[in-house]
Structure formats: structure tokens, C-alpha cells
């Protein structure tokens, strides 16, 4: 256990040290703190958040997770049903589909509303049937030749607008995220004809409102050389690292080794494994910065997600700070 990280968790809280005033100052947070997007594309996220605490961090992350408000599959009206898929099975199937709406735009149903409204929910038709291909050869064997609409995809949901709905969200294209998402297979005769009715929900209640693939977060590894390290220990202390991590230059004709981007490591501790390395280098994080990575299953962009993470979060603090102010008037 002597070779381990070090700086791995905080110590940033009141009467840590003796003798020491280290407690929370709102200037010192507000110079320190920042947000700096690395990289975004429609589905991923990644950007660094410095200055703040694990446990913010953590509640940041958590609210990614189950919080944030998405719209999903809550009750299947199952009318014909004659594949091989059980009601139930197919139901819950048809339950984690995410489905391209914006919850904004809705409202919580109502407890013990049955039937729901344009405002809280959202209404999806799947209606099917396989038959026989009449233009197939007469010796194929391919189901894909022989049969018709055999096999049911996502894409076969279909937006039912109730209400207004189809002026209001003409534009919003409504529907399953992907299109291919395979949810039965059928063979002549055989047919689905099911509604759904999607609602507003989070993925503290289940799993198939949360809106990320994966939210997750690291701390920044910081790799310092306590030596100068050349030659052939240079080149190996080079590939004990992630490539890009250590890099080796020349100076003067010999061949030194340089950390270059300490954020590529992923941490394997492989140096630790050569007796004539392990001392000159000290691997440690990085305490107040933390790397998230946040993927979105597509319903919302993940750079909305965040900012309603951060909104969520926000009605969390004033939630308490007047519970904190009733409690002090009483």
C-alpha cells in the first residue's frame, strides 16, 4: 500500500487543520470556479468543472441521472397482439424506447388521471401486420424477401396528436430518438395494433426517464517527475503512460522525458511496476477538478441537460435556504 494516489479526497471543510481558519468564503469560490467545455457534439459532452467539491460534484452528477425530467412510455394499450413477444415483455420493451419530445413543453399528469391531456402526455400508435411478399422467387429462403413488414422497428411507432397538439408541435417532430430499434419479429398472419401514452417523468422514479446514457465524472491525474529521467528509462517511462502522456525530447543529445498532457492518463499505475521508476515520478490528482462526461440518449442535447441539471440544482438550494428561514422564524 505505499505506492497509492494521493490528493484523492477533500479536505476542504472547517477546523480540517488545528490552527488553521479554512472555512468557505464566497469570493474565494467565485475567483476560483469555472466551467471550461472541452469537447460537445449532439449526443456527448465533456467539460471540466474546477474549483468545487466532491460532493457538489456528485450532486451535480446525480441529478444528471435521476432528475432531470424526460418524456417515456408509461401505459401500453395493447389491442391485438399475436406475435410470438409476450404482452408484457413487449410492454416493457416499448417502455425504454426514449422518445424525441421536449418535457418542457409538458406537464406532470395528475395523480390517478387515467386518461391524460395535451398539455401531460403524449399518445404513440404501433400498428402492423406481416404478410406474405406476392413478388418473392419461388425458391428464396430469405424472410426479408418472403415476408412483409416481418420485422418491427422503433420507426413504426407513430405520433397520434390529441387535442391541439398537431398546430401546437407541428414542427417538433415527435417520435422514437432511433428509428432502428428492433421490437419484435412477426410472420404471416401475425399483427400489432397498440397505443401508448408517454408522460413526464424522472429517473428517480425509473430508469427509462433518465436522459443520459452515462454521466460521469474524474478527477484531473497530476503526474509530476521528481528526477530528471534519460535514455532507455526515458523511452520506458514513456510507455508505462497512456500515448500522449509522457513524451521524450532531446536536449543537448540526450534523451529526456517531459509530461506533456497529464489528462490523457488513465491512472494503470504501470510505472509502479519498475523498481527503478516508481520513485521518480509521483502520481496524485488534481483535488478540486473534476472531468464530466455526459451522454445523452439523444432526447435532449447535452448541453440542455446540463443547464437543467444546474436549474434543478439551483431549486434544491433555494428549497432549503427558506426552509432554513421558516425554521428561524418559528
Not at 408541435?169 to 410472420?187: E, K, M, S, T
Not at 401514452?197 to 424522472?202: A, D, F, L, P, S
Request: aromatic share 6%; glycine share 6%.
Amino acid at each position: 500500500m505505499k505506492y497509492m494516489y494521493a490528493n484523492v479526497h477533500t479536505t476542504d471543510y472547517p477546523g480540517n487543520y488545528p490552527g488553521y481558519d479554512d472555512t468557505w468564503n464566497l469570493k474565494k469560490f467565485q475567483k476560483n470556479f469555472r466551467i471550461d467545455v472541452v469537447q460537445m457534439d449532439e449526443t456527448s459532452l465533456e467539460f471540466d468543472m474546477v474549483g468545487i467539491d466532491a460532493a457538489i460534484a456528485n450532486a451535480f452528477r446525480r441529478i444528471l441521472l435521476a432528475e432531470v425530467p424526460t418524456m417515456a412510455v408509461e401505459k401500453v394499450l395493447i389491442y391485438n397482439n399475436t406475435s410470438i413477444i409476450q404482452d408484457e415483455i413487449l410492454a416493457h420493451r416499448l417502455g425504454l424506447i426514449p422518445i424525441k419530445a421536449d418535457p418542457r413543453l409538458f406537464e406532470y399528469r395528475n395523480t390517478g388521471d387515467e386518461e391524460g391531456t395535451e398539455i401531460d402526455t403524449i399518445q404513440l400508435q404501433l400498428k402492423i401486420k406481416c404478410t406474405r411478399n406476392p413478388r418473392a422467387t419461388k425458391d428464396s429462403a430469405d424472410p426479408r424477401e418472403l415476408y412483409l413488414n416481418h420485422m418491427v422497428y422503433s420507426k413504426d411507432m407513430k405520433w397520434a396528436p390529441i387535442g391541439n397538439q398537431a398546430d401546437v408541435f407541428a414542427d417538433a417532430n415527435i417520435g422514437p430518438v432511433h428509428g432502428d430499434i428492433l421490437l419484435a419479429q412477426l410472420r404471416p398472419g401475425q399483427e400489432l395494433d397498440i397505443v401508448m401514452h408517454c408522460v413526464k417523468g424522472i429517473g428517480q422514479d425509473h430508469a427509462k426517464f433518465s436522459p443520459v446514457a452515462t454521466a460521469s465524472y474524474r478527477l484531473l491525474p497530476e503526474i509530476t517527475l521528481m528526477e530528471t529521467v534519460e535514455g532507455e528509462k526515458a523511452e520506458r517511462l514513456k510507455r508505462c503512460f497512456s500515448p500522449g502522456v509522457i513524451e521524450v525530447e532531446n536536449h543537448g543529445g540526450k534523451v529526456v522525458a517531459k509530461v506533456v498532457n497529464s489528462r490523457l492518463d488513465t491512472c494503470s499505475r504501470e510505472v509502479l511496476r519498475h523498481d527503478d521508476l516508481k520513485n521518480a515520478v509521483k502520481l496524485a490528482r488534481v483535488r478540486d477538478h473534476f472531468i464530466f462526461s455526459v451522454e445523452s440518449t439523444g432526447i435532449l442535447s447535452p448541453d440542455v441537460l446540463v443547464t437543467e441539471a444546474i436549474k434543478v440544482l439551483m431549486t434544491k438550494c433555494q428549497r432549503f435556504l427558506s426552509e432554513l428561514d421558516s425554521t428561524e422564524m418559528e
